[in-house]
Nanobody, 122 residues
Framework: QVQLVESGGGLVQPGGSLRLSCTAS????????IGWFRQAPGKERQGLAC????????YLTDSVKGRFIISRDNAKNTVDLQMSMLKPEDTAVYFC???????????????WGQGTQVTVSS
C-alpha cells in the first residue's frame, strides 16, 4: 500500500505562513495527481487543493484562494502547500493524498497518512 508522507506543520501566529510538503519514496510524484485536505476537530475532512499530473493544473477551494498555493518541487519529489495569511480557523490536521487525474475525487487505491498538525494561535 503506497502512502504519502506529510511534513511541515507547526504552531504559527495568525497572519503567518507555513509551507507543507508531501513526499513519497520509490516513485516520482510528478506522475500523479495529488490533493491536499484538512480535518479540524469535530469536522469533516475538507478538500483544499489539487494539482494534476499531466499539466500541473491547479485547483483551490474558495476558502483558501488567494492565501494557499499548491505546487510541485520535482527536484525534491514533493508537492507543497504554501499557506499564508493563516487564520485560527485554518487549525487542523493536513493530509495529502493521491487523487483521480481530473482532481474529481480521491484515487481508489489511495490511503490516508498520519497528516501534519497546523495550529494557528497567538
Amino acid at each position: 500500500q503506497v502512502q504519502l508522507v506529510e511534513s511541515g506543520g507547526g504552531l504559527v501566529q495568525p497572519g503567518g505562513s507555513l509551507r507543507l510538503s508531501c513526499t513519497a519514496s520509490g516513485f516520482a510524484l510528478d506522475l500523479y495527481t495529488i490533493g491536499w485536505f484538512r480535518q479540524a476537530p469535530g469536522k469533516e475532512r475538507q478538500g483544499l487543493a489539487c494539482i494534476n499530473a499531466t499539466e500541473s493544473r491547479t485547483y483551490l477551494t474558495d476558502s483558501v484562494k488567494g492565501r494557499f498555493i499548491i505546487s510541485r518541487d520535482n527536484a525534491k519529489n514533493t508537492v507543497d502547500l504554501q499557506m499564508s495569511m493563516l487564520k485560527p480557523e485554518d487549525t487542523a490536521v493536513y493530509f495529502c493524498i493521491f487523487m483521480h487525474r481530473l482532481c474529481s475525487s480521491v484515487a481508489k487505491f489511495a490511503s490516508w497518512g498520519q497528516g501534519t498538525q497546523v495550529t494557528v494561535s497567538s
